[in-house]
């Protein structure tokens, strides 16, 4: 189905298949300028299993309109066994996703309306592939995009941090069963309904499939960049946000890579530049067509000469849950790592952060509800209320050691490390670090963090349980952050042993000494007199909107509640709203209910639910479904439940439950 945008000079492709080799087709929308069969353009390809007629077809609005007008065709493209698409969708980054890549990349450059030259885009998922994707060297692929991305699909991922179990393996699973689970559009597919059930009866079950590698094992090196930097050849401009779970891979691919690459890292959470909320926004589309008129269009336009790192460096404010302006600067630095960066030392001391050493021991057993106040581990996924709040309640549970106030601003980009010795009454036990930064009202503003799962202290590929009594040592990297600490305010490294609802707790309740004399915080310091001027980018131009009529407005809703028994619970509602497709009047809506519940003094009593509703329809056509999903553990094991029930027109077409013991494995 051909439709015309509103402006002449495009035309866009609704519904096009793309054959592969071994029989399946893949859907794909495609825009085109106008006279693109007479002047063949690069072009600029997403590839996602997030449905490109209802999931991102609002945000595809906002940028291949514009890619367009400045030359370039647009391909997105619905992953096999998503979407529209032939296939089965069995995991993130399988090897028959990347393979199938590669072919979708020589299809697009050997078609008369493309030059050759072929660009990818991507948000995480997208952003994960596109740079796995160039790890492979297509001929065509000649730059890519990544944004909100890895390069350690184990250590940095949204399953396991540290060694640590996040408990958005679970949550995200769930996300996955419910995406995975709608049905096909049947204005593209007359079997869509023999498709769907089919994708509901072979529907993995990713949450346990994930959990059953809790080591960096092969499972987690298929795909992960920092396994062979050299394998990517393709010039890489890295965007990433602060607010984001993924703020580490930027700075990491302009370190490592052998090829082109640049960094932006700004406020943002989990959103392209241009339509974040947490602001500044910038010029997400200026970004991507300098890069890509650079290297898809051999135009010498100072691509290269951009600094390697530009970041904005943020100030304090007053913490909050919701989104709105930060307050901070844009820096640059011309290479990275850069020689304006020294790392600046403080002692753990009985006194606080000092610059003499310490000495004696400090001791943290944390209640089991600390990081009620984190925040949702991936700011951008929910509806709003998912930043950090103020970190005083943590930090009053927490073992905290401060610096005096300062006497002189002191501003950090990098990764802070920070190095302990310490032993441990309990064979398993895990640490969560955060740096925080303390305003003279007491406000605590979470800076960045990382949890470590001591079991894994000398790496992940062979955790060992601790043995209690003997004395280790360890480093901990957190987080990329970029801060500045204003004068008067103070430097706080608060320690717990537990860290809910980000990670799942050890088994037991453990007591971790800090042996003072050999533990200290190391920071990225960074001389603020050398800024270049002028290094912001550009402020976000106009974009299209979908013009989508709106049946249900958005909400989100969070509450804390304490039971009889003592236990606290979390929970979390989010209506991402329904809407109407004014191109093909598909109507799509979703909501989604969690609740994290655990009692201060029993690990054993964490429990997570997750329960989706989606609902899909046109005219008499309705489609519903509900998949509730549940994870427990036991001192031996994880157990996973869940439950999908799909609906067509009320009638209950398909109705599955499935569970899952997981060896716990040094966790």
């Known amino acids: 189905m051909m439709q015309q945008a509103a402006d002449e000079d495009i035309r866009v492709l609704d519904d096009h298949w793309i054959p592969l080799r071994d ?13 693109a069969d007479r002047r063949p353009t690069p072009a600029i390809l997403e590839y996602l299993p997030y449905r490109r007629r209802d999931g991102t077809a609002a945000r595809d609005e906002t940028t291949y309109p514009i890619f367009c007008r400045a030359g370039y065709a647009g391909v997105r493209v619905d992953i096999a066994g998503s979407g529209d698409s032939d296939g089965h969708l069995s995991d993130e980054y399988s090897e ?18 493309c030059s050759g030259a072929v660009g990818m885009i991507g948000i995480s998922w997208g952003g994960f592939n596109g740079l796995q994707i160039a790890m492979r060297r297509p001929k065509a692929l000649k730059a890519i995009v990544t944004v909100c ?70 499972f987690w090196k298929h795909g992960t960049v920092c396994e062979d930097w050299a394998a990517i050849e393709s010039p890489v401009l890295a965007i990433g946000g602060w607010a984001d779970a993924y703020s580490n891979a930027p700075a990491e691919l302009v370190e490592h890579l052998k090829a082109p690459a640049k960094a932006l890292v700004g406020p943002w959470e989990h959103k392209y530049p241009h339509i974040a909320r947490i602001e500044p926004a910038a010029d997400f589309h200026g970004e991507v067509l300098r890069w890509f008129d650079r290297w898809l269009k051999e135009e010498r336009n100072g691509a290269d000469d951009l600094p390697a790192y530009r970041a904005y460096i943020q100030d304090h404010g007053a913490p909050k849950t919701t989104y709105g302006p930060r307050g901070g600067r844009w820096i640059a630095e011309k290479i990275w790592p850069s020689p304006n960066i020294t790392k600046r030392g403080f002692h753990l ?74 032993s441990v009454d309990k064979p398993l036990a895990l640490l969560a670090l ?10 605590s503003a979470r800076v960045t963090y990382r949890p470590i799962n001591l079991a894994h202290r000398d790496g992940h590929e062979a955790p060992t349980v601790l043995k209690p009594g003997q004395r280790y040592q360890v480093k901990v990297h957190l987080n990329h952050a970029g801060h500045r600490f204003a004068q008067g305010h103070k430097v706080r490294l608060a320690l717990s042993t ?36 002028d290094v912001a980018p550009a402020a976000p131009r106009d ?114 439950e499935w569970r899952q013991e997981i060896p716990r494995d040094c966790m």
């Open 149 to 218: 991305s890895t390069v350690d699909r184990y250590a940095d991922d949204i399953h396991y941090m540290g060694g640590c179990l996040l408990l958005d393996n679970f949550t995200w699973g769930a996300q996955m069963t419910a995406y995975s689970t709608r049905p096909p559009d049947p204005a593209v597919r007359d079997d869509w309904r023999e498709v769907w059930i089919t994708r509901m009866e072979r529907l993995p079950f990713l949450a346990a499939e994930w959990l059953r590698h809790a080591r960096r094992d092969a």
């Open 543 to 656: 974009f299209t909107k979908l013009a989508i009529k709106s049946l249900r407005d958005s909400d989100s809703k969070t509450q804390h509640d304490i039971l009889e028994d003592g236990t606290r619970v979390l929970k979390t509602f989010d209506d991402y709203g329904e809407s109407r497709d004014p191109y093909h009047g598909l109507e799509a809506g979703s909501t989604v209910e969690q609740d994290f519940s655990i009692h201060p003094d029993d690990p054993l009593s964490a429990r997570a639910e997750a329960r989706w509703c989606f609902t899909l329809g046109r005219d008499a056509w309705r489609t519903h479904i509900e998949s509730d999903n549940e994870m427990t553990a036991t001192a031996q094991d994880f157990r996973l439940k869940r439950r999908v029930r799909a609906f067509e027109n009320e009638t209950l077409v398909f109705e599955r």
């Open 349 to 422: 001391t009985n006194e606080g952060l000092t610059q003499a050493p310490g000495a004696g021991a400090a001791e943290v057993a944390s209640p089991q509800h600390i990081g009620m106040t984190a925040g949702y581990f991936c700011p951008g996924m929910r509806v709003e209320n998912e930043l950090p709040d103020d970190q005083r309640q943590d930090d009053s549970l927490s073992l905290c050691f401060d610096t005096q106030p300062l006497p002189q601003p002191l501003e950090i980009l990098g990764a802070a490390e920070v190095e302990f010795a310490f």
């Open 434 to 443: 955060r740096l925080n930064d303390v305003a003279p009202d007491g406000a």
């Open 96 to 113: 028959d996703e990347l393979s199938v890549g590669e072919e979708v990349i020589a299809w697009i450059a050997d078609q008369p309306w």
């Open 498 to 533: 537990s860290y809910w609802p980000i990670v799942w707790p050890s088994p037991e309740t453990a007591r971790v000494t800090l042996h003072l004399e050999d533990c200290r915080l190391l920071l990225p310091c960074r001389d603020a007199s050398r800024d270049d001027a």
């Open 23 to 35: 029989g399946r087709k893949l859907a794909a929308r495609l825009w085109f300028p106008a006279d």
